[in-house]
């Protein structure tokens, strides 16, 4: 590779640490490539350090020993999350949004590439230190959020069906309960879609009694999978008492939803809780 200047260099590392998150990479590497000495290195990344935090890209660790290198960690500054949640609210509490069985229109949202982006980040700043293998979800309203999540933690994407696909090959299937309409469904994960005593991330894009993501987490049981957090866009409090899950992250939270008057009200979920809000 041509020997680039010193801003050149920067901005190739900077994109190069972008696209790998949650990866270890070598000093040598960039020294190898570039044709510059480790120390040379080690001052550009404390320059690209130093640039992260400030703009509040994330965070950049450096691992000492032979092994070592440098790891960039996407992180979202609180004030950041609350502006883009704020917007994201006031568009969620939009009356048009009202569906029967206290659901909201979404599709738009979850549709919209850059608006993923930024909830994908959100979730994995939640769970940056979880040691994460992978991101699952059921389809199908769920998947483009776990996909944004995933690109951030640099994992896999499991989706589990709700029907078995012969393109799938031999699935494990189980019964559960809907939360919200306490009916018995079905949903299933191909044998080969997740390797045993993997770390998993769940996301979902709405949650009203769990029964979804409860469902999910005795599914990863066959697994013997272990469930380190479960990530959800938007909850509602109408079947709080006869929630099936204690442990989760909300982005945000439907109060109450008045039909009649056609009112919305939503707010700030727990992902903001002990973070000045």
């Known amino acids: 590779m ?10 190739d590392m900077t994109q190069h640490l972008l696209a790998h998150p949650h990866t270890l990479t070598p000093l040598t590497l960039f020294a190898e490539q570039y044709g510059a000495a480790k120390s040379s290195i080690s001052e550009d990344l404390s320059i690209i350090k130093e640039a992260f935090e400030v703009q509040g890209v994330g965070l950049l660790k450096t691992v000492a020993g032979a092994a070592g290198g440098v790891k960039y960690i996407p992180q979202v500054k609180t004030e950041e999350a609350l502006h883009f949640m704020r917007e994201l609210i006031e568009q969620l509490a939009n009356p048009e949004r009202l ?3 206290g659901y909201l229109y979404m599709s738009d949202i979850l549709g919209n590439p850059a608006t993923m982006a930024k909830i994908g980040k ?6 940056a230190d979880k040691n994460v293998d992978v991101v699952m979800t059921v389809e199908t309203k769920g998947i483009p959020l776990a996909y944004a999540t995933a690109m951030y933690l640099n994992v896999p994407v499991v989706i589990v069906r709700r ?115």
């Open 2 to 11: 041509k020997k680039l200047r010193r801003s050149a260099r920067l901005v």
């Open 163 to 277: 029907d078995n696909k012969v393109t799938e090959g031999s699935v494990v299937s189980i019964n559960y309960v809907s939360g919200s309409s306490k009916r018995i469904q079905t949903m299933s994960l191909a044998r080969r879609g997740l390797a045993e005593q993997s770390r998993v991330l769940i996301v979902d894009d709405f949650m009203k009694a769990g029964g979804t993501l409860r469902g999910m987490i005795d599914l990863l049981q066959e697994f013997r999978a272990t469930v380190v957090g479960c990530g959800v866009l938007v909850e509602t409090t109408a079947d709080v008492s006869e929630r099936l899950i204690d442990e989760y992250v909300s982005l945000a939270r439907l109060r109450d939803v008045d039909f009649k008057g056609k009112q919305i009200e939503i707010e700030l979920g727990s992902f903001f809780e002990n973070r000045g809000e």
């Open 99 to 101: 569906l029967p069985g």
């Open 122 to 127: 959100l979730f994995a700043t939640a769970y």
